[in-house]
């Protein structure tokens, strides 16, 4: 990124609040307030990357407090400067305007912690520069978001040295997020951010597939149902058919627990789901088509605790061949993964018995 010389200024913003949600079982974090959290994921993560890239020489302007001066004195970088300072519970109108503030202070590119919300709200300060999303919300269907902390940091490296100089508008998502609660996904495109053009930005928005072969894919899973074992059968229409079948009630964008073929419970939490899992579980998971998430992104509620007390070898992923088609990989994004077993593979039921070798990417 050519900054004429000198060093390059960098706005970065936490949105405290992002992430929340899943602490109480939400599907989004939107009406939830700073109070409300007992902790903030968003602040924690802005303190890792900060801690990853202290020995980058550029000038950081924030916001004060929870939404960047906490990562900053608790990562112990202390070059930087404060171009907004927000007062009381840290609301969307902050958001907008530290965006400003920080646009109008000369920052050449943005880095935010957040989720689709967040994006919106840079969206309607009217930033016009390049961000990277840090993914911490609940939910990201937008396509301005790094794959991971990690892939964010990396990208945060190849801008600061001048190695990325190519950049894209990518599309920002407005959600219905009653209607989500509801398990209907009525999405919208609500504008556009400048992103660097790279392989570690999500390119693609949430797509939808038709379910082609979900009825199939269910049958298959029924069959293979052990008794006395719990089967969480995750998000989205093609693990749902699943429940169908079976003539069980479903909640479209949670997790129900199936057992003896029996609906016990729907909805699960993380705390509930963390406490009936163990290797008699079994978890039934289907990629975000367009993006190819398979943990991360709409599943929050599986944490690294329950997938190293599962593992993934009791894990079966599920997806229409159309869906696949589409997908390079599937992608893991899940915090405090680093203690886990990583496969370089893993198989995806497409149809009754037939499965595709797809490589699983954190």
Same mark, same amino acid.
């Given at each position: 990124?050519?900054?004429?010389?000198?060093?390059?200024?960098?706005?970065?913003?936490?949105?405290?609040?992002?992430g @929340?949600?899943?602490?109480?079982?939400?599907?989004?974090?939107?009406?939830?307030?700073l109070?409300? @959290?007992?902790?903030?994921?968003?602040?924690?993560?802005?303190?890792?990357?900060?801690?990853?890239?202290?020995?980058?020489?550029?000038?950081?302007?924030?916001?004060?407090?929870? =939404?960047?001066?906490?990562?900053?004195?608790?990562?112990?970088?202390d070059?930087?400067?404060?171009?907004?300072s927000?007062?009381?519970? @840290?609301?969307?109108?902050?958001?907008?305007?530290?965006?400003?503030? =920080?646009?109008?202070?000369?920052?050449?590119?943005?880095?935010?912690f957040?989720?689709?919300?967040?994006?919106?709200d840079?969206?309607?300060?009217?930033?016009?520069? $390049?961000?990277?999303?840090?993914?911490l919300?609940?939910? =990201?269907?937008?396509?301005?978001?790094?794959?991971?902390?990690?892939?964010?940091?990396?990208?945060?490296?190849?801008?600061?040295?001048?190695?990325?100089?190519?950049?894209?508008?990518?599309?920002?998502?407005?959600?219905?997020?009653?209607?989500?609660?509801?398990?209907?996904?009525?999405?919208?495109?609500?504008?556009?951010?400048?992103?660097?053009?790279?392989?570690?930005? =999500?390119?693609?928005s949430k797509?939808?597939?038709?379910?082609?072969?979900?009825?199939?894919?269910?049958?298959?899973?029924?069959?293979?149902?052990?008794?006395?074992?719990?089967?969480?059968?995750?998000?989205?229409?093609?693990?749902?058919?699943?429940?169908?079948?079976?003539?069980?009630?479903?909640?479209?964008?949670?997790?129900?627990?199936v057992?003896? *073929?029996?609906?016990?419970?729907?909805?699960?939490?993380?705390?509930?789901?963390?406490?009936?899992?163990?290797?008699?579980? *079994?978890?039934?998971l289907? $990629?975000?088509?367009?993006?190819?998430?398979?943990?991360?992104?709409?599943?929050?509620?599986?944490?690294?605790?329950?997938?190293?007390?599962?593992?993934?070898?009791?894990?079966?992923?599920?997806?229409?061949?159309?869906?696949?088609?589409?997908?390079?990989?599937?992608?893991?994004?899940?915090?405090?993964?680093?203690?886990?077993?990583k496969?370089?593979?893993?198989?995806?039921?497409?149809?009754?018995?037939?499965?595709?070798?797809?490589?699983?990417?954190?």
């Amino acid at each position: 990124m050519k900054h004429e010389g000198r060093m390059l200024k960098v706005a970065l913003l936490v949105n405290p609040i992002a992430g @929340c949600g899943q602490f109480f079982n939400l599907k989004g974090s939107d009406t939830l307030r700073l109070k409300d @959290c007992p902790k903030s994921i968003s602040l924690e993560k802005a303190v890792e990357f900060l801690e990853e890239v202290k020995d980058i020489q550029v000038e950081f302007v924030t916001a004060s407090d929870k =939404m960047g001066e906490d990562a900053f004195l608790k990562s112990g970088v202390d070059k930087f400067r404060i171009a907004y300072s927000y007062t009381g519970d @840290c609301s969307s109108t902050d958001t907008i305007n530290a965006s400003k503030s =920080m646009f109008e202070d000369g920052a050449d590119f943005l880095v935010f912690f957040g989720g689709d919300g967040t994006a919106r709200d840079i969206v309607d300060s009217g930033f016009s520069k $390049p961000v990277i999303g840090v993914p911490l919300g609940t939910k =990201m269907f937008s396509s301005v978001f790094a794959i991971s902390v990690s892939r964010a940091v990396q990208l945060f490296r190849s801008i600061a040295t001048g190695s990325v100089n190519d950049f894209v508008n990518a599309d920002v998502i407005d959600l219905n997020e009653k209607a989500y609660e509801r398990g209907d996904v009525e999405v919208s495109r609500y504008g556009t951010l400048l992103v660097p053009k790279s392989d570690f930005i =999500m390119s693609e928005s949430k797509a939808e597939y038709p379910a082609s072969s979900s009825e199939a894919i269910a049958q298959y899973i029924i069959d293979g149902m052990q008794d006395e074992v719990n089967y969480l059968i995750g998000p989205g229409s093609t693990c749902k058919a699943i429940n169908k079948l079976l003539s069980l009630d479903s909640s479209l964008l949670g997790f129900d627990l199936v057992r003896n *073929r029996k609906l016990l419970a729907k909805d699960l939490s993380e705390e509930q789901i963390n406490e009936i899992s163990g290797q008699d579980t *079994r978890i039934v998971l289907s $990629p975000i088509g367009g993006q190819g998430f398979l943990l991360g992104r709409g599943n929050k509620q599986l944490t690294a605790r329950i997938i190293a007390k599962v593992g993934f070898k009791n894990i079966t992923v599920v997806s229409s061949e159309e869906k696949l088609r589409n997908l390079r990989g599937l992608y893991v994004d899940i915090l405090d993964s680093e203690s886990l077993e990583k496969p370089k593979f893993i198989k995806v039921l497409f149809s009754y018995g037939r499965f595709k070798l797809m490589p699983v990417i954190f």
